[in-house]
T-cell receptor
Framework: DAKTTQPNSMESNEEEPVHLPCNHS???????IHWYRQLPSQGPEYVIH???SNVNNRMASLAIAEDRKSSTLILHRATLRDAAVYYC?????????????FGQGTILTVHP | DTGVSQDPRHKITKRGQNVTFRCDPI?????LYWYRQTLGQGPEFLTY????????KSRLLSDRFSAERPKGSFSTLEIQRTEQGDSAMYLC????????????FGSGTQLSVL
């Protein structure tokens, strides 16, 4: 699976927007960009995914660069409950049974 | 939909003992994955089942590790002759059969080998 690069940590204040970057310069045409997050003492949970176009859901937005070599997860108004490790993952569905390959992720700290 | 259930939540054992963990996936999910996570690291893939067939195993899954999914429902992960290096969080995930379906993770079993 292609690799992603994320900052080790980021900080935000409550109710402010958060932009979590991810670089994936070796992305292939069949790689989907997935984001998962892991709250303390829990398993990872799905946040959002996309291929080429920007995506929105109730949790977040995903902005994908035109060349697809980078993407940004946007939390529009951070809450204390958003403090977690955020993982950016490239998922190639060919021959991998849909498994996810996690990196170290970005630790997001949200200040009151 | 009650989510993915893992049992036990915590397990403390002595080096050399055998341990077994259970995972109950979301009903009708035919894909099941096991991961291992150590402190400060992202989860690492161990093995994958489609229904009852174990289709992929990571090199991390040494011969002391065995996983089963009889009848394609719940799964068990057994570690024989545990070592201190086996101490980790063991996570189970399941997904439906469609290609890009999201994975649902359980809360994991925290193993401590003394």
């Amino acid at each position: 699976d292609a690799k992603t690069t994320q900052p080790n940590s980021m900080e935000s204040n409550e109710e402010e927007p958060v932009h979590l970057p991810c670089n994936h310069s070796t992305i292939s045409g069949t790689d989907y960009i997935h984001w998962y997050r892991q709250l303390p003492s829990q398993g990872p949970e799905y946040v959002i995914h996309g291929l080429t176009s920007n995506v929105n859901n109730r949790m977040a937005s995903l902005a994908i660069a035109e060349d697809r070599k980078s993407s940004t997860l946007i939390l529009h108004r951070a809450t204390l409950r958003d403090a977690a490790v955020y993982y950016c993952i490239l998922r190639d569905l060919r021959g991998s049974y849909g498994k996810l390959t996690f990196g170290q992720g970005t630790i997001l700290t949200v200040h009151p | 939909d009650t989510g993915v259930s893992q049992d036990p939540r915590h397990k403390i054992t002595k080096r050399g003992q055998n341990v077994t963990f259970r995972c109950d996936p979301i009903s009708e999910h035919n894909r099941l994955y096991w991961y291992r996570q150590t402190l400060g690291q992202g989860p690492e893939f161990l093995t994958y089942f489609q229904n009852e067939a174990q289709l992929e195993k990571s090199r991390l899954l040494s011969d002391r590790f065995s996983a089963e999914r009889p009848k394609g429902s719940f799964s068990t992960l057994e570690i024989q002759r545990t070592e201190q290096g086996d101490s980790a969080m063991y996570l189970c995930a399941s997904s439906a059969g469609t290609a890009n379906e999201k994975l649902f993770f359980g809360s994991g079993t925290q193993l401590s080998v003394l």
